[in-house]
């Protein structure tokens, strides 16, 4: 028997964005805010103001802190997108499934009718300790393949979502995305800046634009998901039938070669690409002394963000590109369902270049 939405009718839609100064949150926020939901906004430093968007402050690994904070939010939507990352899979594990659960049951009193999480590709390539490693399923992934055998800190949060919704009587959603690019600083996870600083560099000191990644990576097939339709999914799940209770995959619909995405994102970055040749070339060994070039690169284009740490993942880049498995994901599942945006990477790749720029995250081309 299927449990009544504790949302009616006379219970107006309100939205709680986990993380939402991270790029998926920030996504999302924007997306609510543009259909004129009231927003409340939670993350460790808030962000812009914005109308119709109140900014919450919580730890969200300390169950005090969350019950205090939340104890009189009454939010109908959840969209929960945040993580920290450990330094092993077991202490990921009970720090990132902890925050799952600890934030549901501070919303216990509230009347949500729905809670969407983000998750990933390590939902079927396993986590950062053995990433890509030993029995994975064939590509294209599909989301009803089996759950590896090996500890993931996207199975704990699954299961305490999927918990908690059983106790609280809301419907739910997970959102297994790829590579997310989109607009955000002091991300842990977030290629496109971090490739726009790399060129930034590279342009500075009059070196080439190197791949860092593996032959796999140069020569297969790929692709990634856009923030902006990462966040449309989650919002059409959380509020369409056809999305309740279900996990679905997200990317954005197209696929490409790193051989034929490189350079053109050198041409728009304006300097020269090159290629894999023998060997990976990790950007944490190229760019091992690159913080004193960052300054520089700072100080004479009058930039904004002068801790290069805020705006470069090299690690989380490294760990993409220097894959040796192919990852192409299966979309089909939400598009039956209803769901059928489209992007294509190159041109999220390209807008959002022009966004850094805008704002001095970045240097112009001239």
């Known amino acids: 028997m299927e449990l009544p939405s504790p949302a009616t009718s006379s219970t107006p839609r309100s939205a709680l964005v986990v993380g939402a100064t991270g790029i998926t949150g920030a996504a999302v926020v924007e997306q609510l ?39 009189a939010e009454r939010p109908t939507h959840v969209f929960f997108t945040a993580w920290l990352r450990q330094e092993t899979e077991q202490a990921n594990i009970a720090v990132n499934g902890g925050m ?26 396993g986590p950062f300790e053995s990433y890509g490693q030993g029995d994975m399923p064939d590509t294209p992934f599909h989301e009803d393949e089996p759950r590896l055998d090996a500890p ?19 419907t739910w959603s997970v959102h297994r995305s790829h590579t997310v690019i989109g607009h955000a600083v002091g991300n842990a996870m977030n290629m496109g800046l971090t490739l726009a600083v790399a060129a930034a560099i590279s342009r500075h000191t009059g070196s080439p634009f ?15 998901t856009d923030a902006d339709i990462l966040a449309e999914q989650m919002i059409w799940a959380a509020t369409s039938p ?21 350079p053109r994102l050198a041409a728009a970055l304006g300097v020269e690409p090159v290629g894999f040749e ?13 913080a004193p070039v960052w300054a520089e690169v700072v100080a004479a284009h009058g930039l904004v963000e002068p801790d290069l740490e805020r705006v470069a993942s090299w690690w989380h ?24 945006s489209h992007h294509r990477t190159v041109d999220s790749f390209l807008t959002l270049f022009e966004r850094y720029r805008a704002e001095r995250l970045v240097p112009p081309l001239d």
């Open 33 to 71: 805010l543009a259909a004129g939901w009231p927003v409340a906004g939670l993350a460790r430093r808030p962000g812009a103001e914005r109308d119709g968007l109140r900014w919450l402050a919580a730890d969200l690994t300390s169950p005090p802190d969350l019950g205090r904070v939340l104890a």
């Open 100 to 125: 799952v659960r600890d934030l549901l049951a501070a919303l216990r009193e509230a009347p949500l009718a729905h809670v969407a999480l983000v998750t990933g590709m390590k939902h079927y390539l």
């Open 152 to 170: 993931n800190f996207y199975y704990a949060q699954e299961d305490e979502l999927v918990a908690a919704a059983g106790a609280q009587g809301f």
């Open 210 to 224: 190197v791949f860092p990644g593996s032959a796999t990576q140069w020569n297969g097939l790929t692709d990634m």
């Open 242 to 262: 056809a999305g309740a209770d279900e996990p679905f995959n997200i990317v954005n619909g197209d696929v490409f070669r790193w051989r034929w995405m490189w």
């Open 278 to 290: 023998d060997a990976p070339r990790p950007f944490e060994q190229q760019m091992a002394d690159a």
């Open 317 to 340: 880049t490294d760990a993409d590109l220097g894959r040796d498995v192919e990852v192409v994901t299966d979309m089909s599942k939400s598009r039956l369902a209803g769901f059928t």
